[in-house]
């Protein structure tokens, strides 16, 4: 296991090596990203929620704690695509995982969630899929695609 977690370190290393933006910036100490999340519910009965929902981001390189994802007015309804940020984060490397924390809020708690994608500044994309329902109070692991 350790052999391959320095190959998936050192393939981590090449490829940010060769990113582009990643060259052209200046010393890397306490260099910040900027992440946005977005947040698809699904398109099925009862698919929206008021509950609380938060995310852990875990990369190469880092993890963050449990941001809330709570914006002005009605989050999570059905068919809906919430976005998160731009929010600074130090780099996080090549993202593995989110984490979605879930506290039930509200009538028809149960939530859908469709998928996660995270964007950031230093031109990743990632998706994280999950299709399933998420209930309880609960902590759903969500790899990336
Ligand atoms: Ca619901
Ligand atoms: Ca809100």
């Not at 200046?26 to 992440?35: C, G, K």
């Not at 940020?85 to 149960?110: H, N, Q, W």
Request: net charge negative; hydrophobic share 40%; aromatic share 10%.
């Amino acid at each position: 296991m350790r052999m391959v977690f320095a190959a998936l370190m050192a393939a981590a290393a090449l490829t940010v090596g060769a990113t582009p933006a990643s060259a052209a910036a200046a010393p890397h100490i306490d260099a910040v990203v900027y992440y946005t999340i977005y947040v698809k519910t699904g398109n099925v009965g009862d698919a929206g929620t008021d509950a609380d929902v938060y995310i852990r981001l875990i990369g190469s390189a880092g993890t963050t704690g449990y941001i809330e994802l709570d914006n002005p007015g009605d989050d999570r309804k059905r068919n809906q695509i919430d976005t998160y940020g731009p929010m600074p984060l130090s780099d996080l490397g090549t993202l593995r995982e989110v984490r979605i924390a879930f506290e039930p809020e509200g009538g028809s708690p149960d939530w859908y969630l469709d998928w996660v994608k995270v964007d950031s500044s230093s031109g990743r994309s990632d998706l994280f899929p999950c299709y399933c329902w998420i209930s309880g109070d609960s902590n759903t692991r969500i790899p990336r695609a």
